[in-house]
């Protein structure tokens, strides 16, 4: 397949076209997995891990796109490429430096650690130690793979991260079916491996191909200009990561296999906001555009319309979903090993859990705006405060209602959520008006 930079509106479509084939792909690997294994501690495990190891990977992403792009964009207009080069090169190095010495630090104390960030038994975590130990490789490589492709979506290569996504699950999939008798759910996480490494070599010749990129261009006195608002944000994904899996590990001490059962229903209800967050990127970049051009009466309109649509698509695609809850959990998922009380679980659990979307996508949209128009500060407030609260309540829901007190407590964030959001949004348009 040939890659080559799009315009906004073709990557737009090319974007939606792999969207719907990518996650076609990661659908039938849930599938799969419920297939072969079911939902027990092992995938439970498998899952927990393999989650945090892609927030830590899209940590280093929200800050590439958010800060360092657009920066990098202007030093590409306004002084030269190599001037960028030597920019992004010297962050992506810090980044691998940083990731490297955690998974040291981490490695220093051996088998413990997977019992202090999880509360899986012992003896479990000890007979699957070693999706643990991959799961470290897995997130350099993760972390690595998402920078470069952001730098290339920058470029125009609107549909790349969907084609890396696609290639990622794909070799999920071929591991699974190879290795699924031998290693068993091990198999996943090596498949996650060997998929990145090819996709980070696929991803350094496209750069160098493609925008003659040269690695060796690097200028380190350029982190401290962004230090203040990186660490800013890295602090507030931190507290993203810490409450995204929190409830995780609250729920890892109940019944084996609950973390699975919500893991199949976050990612099918997921699975139409992937198109969704690849339009968003491409409305980045428009944003950004804006921007550089002094549009800013543009910017609001532009998000605002896109938010709009995106929350009456969502909706009507949320509760076609409910409707088919039984189907999808009995017939799709109920194959092979999953026992038939965590398919009534999963049901259940879909059709709570859809009505999250149409909040989720319109945050997507709004949020860009806080990037494209520097309210850094702003948006990790919100964010903390709402992170804060969400850990609160399902420190409580979880304890009472196990897997049920964590949808409803999950539904009501994405609505606080996007409620604040517009509210600041709409201040900050007020204002502006004001001073015109």
Request: with cysteine; aromatic share 16%.
């Amino acid at each position: 397949m040939k890659l080559n930079s799009e315009t906004y509106k073709k990557g737009a479509i090319h974007s939606s076209f792999f969207s719907v084939l990518a996650k076609g792909v990661a659908f039938m690997q849930h599938l799969l997995i419920a297939y072969y294994f079911g939902a027990n501690t092992g995938t439970d495990l498998y899952f927990y891990l393999f989650n945090l190891v892609i927030m830590i990977g899209g940590m280093i992403q929200t800050i590439t796109t958010s800060i360092l792009i657009p920066q990098s964009m202007l030093l590409r207009h306004s002084i030269s490429t190599k001037a960028e080069m030597k920019y992004l090169n010297a962050f992506m190095y810090s980044f691998i430096f940083i990731i490297f010495l955690l998974i040291f630090l981490v490695s220093l104390g051996g088998d413990k650690v997977p019992e202090l960030i999880t509360n899986f038994p012992t003896d479990e975590i000890k007979k699957y130690i070693s999706i643990y130990y991959a799961s470290l490789i897995l997130m350099i490589l993760m972390a690595t793979n998402l920078y470069l492709t952001e730098i290339l979506v920058s470029f125009k290569f609107f549909s790349l991260p969907l084609v890396c996504n696609l290639l990622l699950n794909g070799g999920i999939i071929f591991a699974l079916l190879l290795f699924n008798n031998t290693v068993g759910v091990v198999s996943m996480i090596y498949g996650s491996c060997i998929a990145s490494v090819i996709n980070t070599i696929i991803l350094i010749i496209l750069m160098r191909r493609k925008l003659q990129w040269k690695f060796f261009l690097v200028d380190f006195s350029v982190i401290s200009s962004q230090w203040k608002s990186i660490t800013g944000l890295a602090i507030n994904q931190g507290v993203v990561i810490f409450s995204s899996t929190f409830p995780m590990y609250l729920l890892s001490y109940y019944q084996p296999g609950v973390i699975t059962i919500i893991n199949y229903a976050q990612k099918f209800i997921q699975a139409p906001l992937a198109w969704i967050q690849q339009f968003t990127a491409v409305l980045q970049i428009k944003l950004n555009n804006l921007k550089s051009d002094r549009k800013e009466n543009e910017i609001y309109q532009s998000a605002s319309r896109i938010a709009i649509r995106l929350f009456l698509l969502t909706l009507f695609t949320s509760l076609v979903i409910f409707l088919l809850r039984d189907f999808i959990a009995e017939t799709l998922f109920g194959l092979g090993k999953m026992p038939i009380e965590a398919g009534n679980k999963l049901s259940h659990l879909i059709g709570l859990l859809t009505f999250s979307m149409p909040f989720t996508a319109m945050s997507l949209a709004y949020m860009k705006v806080f990037f494209t128009q520097g309210y850094i500060r702003q948006y990790i407030s919100i964010m903390v405060f709402v992170n804060i609260i969400s850990c609160t309540m399902y420190a409580v829901s979880i304890y009472y209602w196990q897997e049920n007190g964590y949808a409803f407590v999950y539904i009501f964030i994405e609505m606080l959520t996007i409620l604040i959001i517009w509210l600041y949004l709409q201040k900050r348009l007020e204002k502006k008006i004001h001073h015109l």
